[in-house]
């Protein structure tokens, strides 16, 4: 074997040759320094030897026994261990050691290489990864009972398939799973060496027309199937291996028998003689003299010296052979680029990839855990660091505000993981002891986040096991600081020890033992199933921590005893509202029987649940090597497809189908009764979490067999009293039940319209808004506020709720179109139930688009609840503000113009409980007597007359009470009725006396003229006269155009009417130009030029000598003389001119009488004088004026 060293050989079976190494041992100090990510860690982890080698050529027999006992000891043992074990190791044997020491599965180089894609954001706490194969038969060892490194099952590790996840916002062709496939797929691999424990070899990117080809050098050391360092000559910054990584790994696993296999370099050394090694060392330093030079004199100078440090222990370091024994053995995980993505991604704040990438890393957490990966805590760890270091926590701390929801999430998630890491089963004492510590210091602090935010929830703590309806005493309520890890703490009391739970998740076939002690009786139902008397939340943690840990089936053992109690529980409420049932009845109230809700729960124990039932029946769970065509589009998720899976054989539950009972459980959690917790938060997470549920059951196809289980849910509900949200009798404050019930409604209609449509009516209610009685629980001293009225605006998420009722009522009314029993049902559970006219609005609208398609004839029954509910928004409004109001006036008419005839003239008739008076003539009776409608409606002409009538009628009705608003609408209504039409003009006459303006009454006069009535708009006009004032400055006014045109209407009557408004004029209009405006228009053509009959023009023109235009001369001359003293008062040298425009106008009206240019001459000279300290100004005046 001297030549041993030289010879090149596979990976393959070699003859049978002896080889001994000298006592030389890896220094953990020489391959994994301190600090180094290699060195930190731990845990017990690894792969099965069960695992078929992914894409290793198929046995065509039996394995030796060689490589199975290798296989086994290159799993399980350090090498180191195995060479004190032994005196002497064959070197086949030693070869097959080091062959089966790489990691034999694909799928965990892709763990480390990807993100995850299933069971990714929002998953919650049992929002683990989906799709795990199961694990193998037998109950986790209890606390305290380590499991070997590498002890998990084959099945194990063929969990779940990382690779069909990635990073937020990239695609399949980004990850570097992906790339490395593609890499060795195109032959980059190259010049592929194993020396003992450690592989390396090239890997070249080919070019592209932007970049030259480059060849990275790369690394792998590995150590019992596990990669423990990567070291890749393109400087790759990330948590996952890059592509070259990946290249190499798998070039290694599927052709293994390319690769040149050495042992560790150590024993090749062994076999050299002194000269040989001396060549050895001399080619090696003159290969590398730049790097390794210094390094060689320092060791050969230790060497020499007998006291150094070097000489005093036996053999040397090789990092070729393998870690020791006290090496920790893990996969390798960066945890400064884990430290540093975390903080970047929580520095961006709200920025929306950021929460994704988070939750992408909660995800790889949870899939690190169900391979039994111990980086999984380790990963959680170095998360929850930089979460607790996030520099918001003190700054919201200080400013008194709460964190946002997305963040809030996050933190749900992080404290959810660590539940499942405390009541990790497999995990070592001290490893949990270590970790409550840790979890303790946080806690501590005063910026972790409380478990409710700022608010007190009255919820029991983890290890609570009391029944759910005990009472609780006063002392029980004062609950102390709870933060988001507080959960996690107190896990520290559960364990796994207990005997019946050890039998329940070891046994598909554990049943009660034929004669039972009585402490035995408690632990079994009738029939002799299981029961697991927990409370819920925490026995569903548990689940989720056997699930997320790699224990499907004893998760799901765990989960059919949880269910099995749920329903003995169900079963004893039923029992105990049968006795109460007649009393709770007559008080019509209710007490709290479940003081914490199971949806919306921070451990979402119906979640958990439900995700382990299904997992067990997934049809799609692709394997992780087709992700190579389906990971091209990852936005494009195909929906699950779930088979029924019988529940194990020999099981009591062997005739149902794990599918059934996710239906049944999700089905149980969302019907409890639960109070609305406290705080905006908690309230918003029962919507999101319930929501989250019905998805994930909308998912279910539903045969034959589920809607069975739906239905005898469904009525199991309706009966349950006050133990369901839909029973009987709810507490005023129960969280409501619309979504929920819009579900079932959907699902069951087509199977048993009677129950679907009895429980959407049962849950129409909204006791919160209701007027009952004080419906409260007077036993329970945290409650007692609960019956005050006030009350109800703690309900954060009322809109929302409001909105879900609103959703729930429209799908039941679009189900129901042409069933007249069932809309009138609906139309009766809407007027009592829906308090928000806008939400009734939207009914009604809804409800009209659906009683008339475009496409098909209309549904009277429909459009009839749509008028009804129209009809009720208007009353609910017609005292009220609302800004929508005008709109619900005009589709309101539309709506009972497309019901009939009928429908129009019942509102004209009662249009004093439906509208205010100006809705009424403006828009109402307007409509309804247009030619649209009559078109529309086709009307005879009694149809006609007798919409014209109602309206008439409702116009004069209107006008009487409130005239100023709707006279001139009445006027217009009656136009065609003369006894209605002088009516509705006495009406104006008699209101102009009172609070009618001058505005309202000119418009009135107006549209008399307009009709042929001058001498009535005469007679408004003079009325609006006396009810204007219009001072000097307001020659804008806008009711200068009304005096103008009053004036030019009594002009063109005669001189009597002319003379009959000027006094009026006179007294009202103090404006000089607005004066002599008028003035001007009365001289250019004379009065009496109307055309009325029996009266003649005199054809003269009018002089301003003479009445009664002199007194508006006078009025004018008077205004223009009074305006310039007041102008001169407070006049700026910029308005100067403008001044002396302004007297130039005066003098026009001056000179009008004959003695006029000495009026004027006389005034000018006044201003000289009273005004002579404005020396520029009266410059100005004599320049133009002299």
């Known amino acids: 074997m001297a030549d041993g060293g030289e010879r090149e050989e596979l990976l393959s079976p070699s003859p049978v040759s002896p080889a001994k190494r000298l006592c030389s041992w890896p220094s953990p100090q020489a391959h994994h320094p301190r600090g180094s990510p290699g060195a930190a860690g731990g845990g017990a982890g690894g792969v099965g030897s069960s695992c078929l080698v992914l894409g290793a050529r198929p046995h065509l027999q039996p394995e030796s026994l060689l490589d199975c006992a290798a296989k086994t000891v290159a799993e399980k043992w350090a090498y180191e261990r195995v060479e004190e074990r032994f005196e002497r190791i064959p070197e086949p044997v030693q070869r097959r050691i080091v062959y089966w020491s790489f990691p034999r599965n694909e799928r965990e180089i892709c763990m480390y290489s990807s993100f995850q894609y299933r069971g990714g954001p929002g998953a919650g706490a049992a929002g683990g990864a989906a799709g795990a194969s199961p694990a193998e038969e037998g109950p986790p060892p209890p606390t305290g009972a380590a499991a070997p490194a590498g002890s998990a099952p084959g099945g194990v590790a063929a969990g779940v398939s990382p690779a069909l996840g990635a990073g937020a916002g990239c695609g399949g062709e980004g990850l570097p799973f992906r790339r490395g496939i593609r890499l060795l797929d195109s032959g980059s691999v190259e010049n592929v060496l194993q020396v003992g424990f450690h592989l390396s070899g090239t890997v070249t990117e080919l070019a592209t027309t932007s970049e030259p080809a480059v060849t990275y050098k790369v690394a792998i050391s590995f150590d019992r199937c596990k990669i423990t360092s990567v070291t890749c000559g393109c400087g790759n910054k990330d948590i996952f291996y890059c592509a070259h990584v990946v290249a190499l790994s798998l070039y290694r696993i599927r052709k293994p028998e390319q690769v040149k296999l050495r042992l560790p370099i150590s024993e090749t050394l062994f076999q050299m003689n002194r000269d040989q090694l001396q060549k050895f060392i001399q080619y090696l330093i003159t290969a590398h003299h730049t790097e390794v030079l210094p390094t060689a004199q320092k060791l050969a100078d230790e060497i020499l010296s007998s006291n150094s440090e070097i000489n005093q222990v036996n053999g040397a370091p090789d990092p070729t052979a393998g870690a020791s024994i006290d090496d920790e053995n893990c996969w390798h995980l960066d945890e400064e680029q ?43 760890t170095l998360i929850t660091e930089q979460f607790m270091a996030d520099p918001r926590l003190t700054l919201w701390r200080q400013q008194g505000t709460n964190m946002t929801d997305k963040c809030r999430q996050l933190w749900d998630e992080l404290g959810a993981l660590w539940v499942c890491i405390i009541l990790n089963p497999h995990c070592k004492l001290e490893e949990k002891s270590c970790w409550l510590q840790q979890l303790q210091k946080w806690n501590d602090l005063d910026v972790c986040p409380l478990e409710d935010g700022n608010y007190g929830h009255e919820l029991p703590n983890i290890t609570n096991a009391l029944p759910q309806s005990a009472i609780h005493s006063p002392d029980s309520l004062s609950r102390p600081r709870r933060t988001v890890f507080t959960r996690a703490i107190e896990g520290r009391e559960l364990h796994w020890q207990d005997s019946h739970l050890q039998r329940i998740i070891s046994s598909d076939v554990y049943t009660a033992p034929a004669c039972q002690r009585e402490s035995e009786r408690l632990l079994f139902n009738s029939q002799g199933q299981p029961l697991w008397l927990e409370h819920v939340p925490t026995a569903c943690a548990r689940v989720d921590a056997l699930r997320s840990h790699g224990y499907p089936k004893e998760a799901l053992r765990l989960t059919v005893a949880i269910i099995n109690t749920l329903r003995l529980q169900q079963q004893r409420q039923l029992e105990i509202y049968k006795h109460q049932k007649k009393e709770l009845l007559q008080r019509g109230t209710t007490t709290i029987t479940n003081l914490e809700g199971w949806v919306g729960h921070p451990l979402d124990p119906i979640g958990c649940l439900f995700l382990t039932l299904t997992e067990a029946c997934r049809l799609n769970d692709d394997g992780y090597l087709e992700m190579s065509e389906q990971s091209e589009n990852m936005n494009e998720s195909r929906p699950p497809v779930y088979q029924h899976v019988p529940v194990a054989a020999g099981s009591p539950n062997s005739s149902e189908s794990y599918l059934s009972l996710a239906l049944e459980v999700a ?208 009353r609910m409004t017609l005292s009220t503000l609302n800004w929508r109001r005008r709109e619900m006036v005009r589709w309101l008419v539309t709506c009972a113009t497309e019901v009939g005839v009928r429908a129009l003239v019942s509102i004209l008739q009662s249009w004093y409980t439906l509208f205010t008076p100006t809705e009424a003539t403006s828009i109402v009776a307007a409509t309804a007597v247009s030619h649209t409608t009559i078109l529309r409606l086709s009307l005879d002409y009694p149809q006609r007359e007798e919409l014209a009538s109602c309206a008439r009628t409702l116009a004069l009705q209107c006008a009487m009470k409130d005239p100023q608003s709707c006279a001139l609408s009445a006027l217009t209504l009656c136009e065609k009725d003369h006894i209605a039409f002088e009516a509705a003009y006495q009406i104006a006459i008699d209101a102009a006396a009172g609070g009618m303006t001058h505005s309202q009454l000119f418009t009135i006069a107006r549209y008399m003229e307009l009709r042929g009535y001058p001498l009535r708009a005469f007679k408004l006009a003079s009325l609006a006269m006396s009810h204007l004032n219009l001072a000097y400055n307001q020659d804008t006014h806008p009711a200068i155009n009304d005096v103008l045109w009053a004036c030019a209407l009594s002009h063109s009557l005669g001189k009597n009417e002319l003379a009959a408004l000027i006094p009026l004029v006179v007294k009202s209009v103090h404006c000089a130009t607005v004066l002599s405006d008028i003035l001007r228009r009365c001289t250019v053509t004379a009065p009496g030029l109307a055309g009325i009959p029996g009266r003649r023009s005199s054809g003269k023109l009018m002089s301003t000598d003479k009445a009664p235009l002199r007194q508006l001369l006078d009025a004018t001359i008077n205004a223009y003389i009074n305006t310039t003293h007041s ?25 009008l009488p004959q003695d006029g240019h000495l009026q004027f001459a006389q005034f000018i000279d006044n201003l000289k004088q009273i005004y002579k300290g404005k020396k520029k100004l009266m410059l100005l005046v004599r320049e133009r004026f002299g």
């Open 338 to 380: 884990v430290k540093e993505q975390v903080k970047l991604f929580l520095s961006q704040g709200g920025y929306c990839g950021s929460g994704k990438q988070l939750n992408s890393m909660f995800a790889k957490v949870r899939e690190m855990l169900r391979m039994r990966d111990s980086n999984g805590a380790r990963m959680l």
């Open 1127 to 1151: 102008r001169l008062t407070h006049i700026s040298p910029r308005h100067y001119g403008e001044f002396i425009e302004f007297l130039s106008k005066a003098r026009e009206t001056f000179l």
């Open 667 to 874: 089905l149980m959690g969302l019907g409890q009764q639960r109070v609305m917790p406290e705080g905006l938060y908690a309230q918003d997470k029962v919507c999101r979490n319930e929501e989250q549920l019905l998805s994930q059951l909308q998912e279910l196809q539903l045969d034959d067999e589920l809607v069975q289980t739906l239905q005898k849910q469904c009525i199991l509900l309706l009966e349950g009293g006050p133990f369901s949200g839909l029973g009987e009798v709810i507490h005023r404050e129960s969280v409501p039940m619309h979504t929920f019930a819009k579900y079932l409604f959907s699902a069951l209609l087509p199977h048993d319209p009677e129950l679907s449509y009895k429980l959407a009516l049962r849950a129409m209610r909204l006791p919160v808004l209701e007027n009952s009685a004080s419906a409260g629980d007077t036993s329970h001293p945290h409650h007692m506020v609960s019956v005050v009225p006030s009350r109800y605006p703690r309900w954060f998420t009322l809109g929302h709720l409001e909105s879900q009722q609103c959703e729930l009522a429209s799908t039941m009314l679009t189900a129901a179109k042409g069933d007249t029993l069932r809309l009138r049902t609906i139309l009766e559970a809407i007027q009592k139930h829906i308090h928000s006219s806008s939400l009734i609005f939207k009914l009604a609208q809804d409800a009209f688009k659906i009683a008339t398609p475009t496409d098909s004839s209309t549904d009277s029954t429909l459009l009839n609840v749509a008028l009804e509910l129209g009809l009720q928004v208007m």
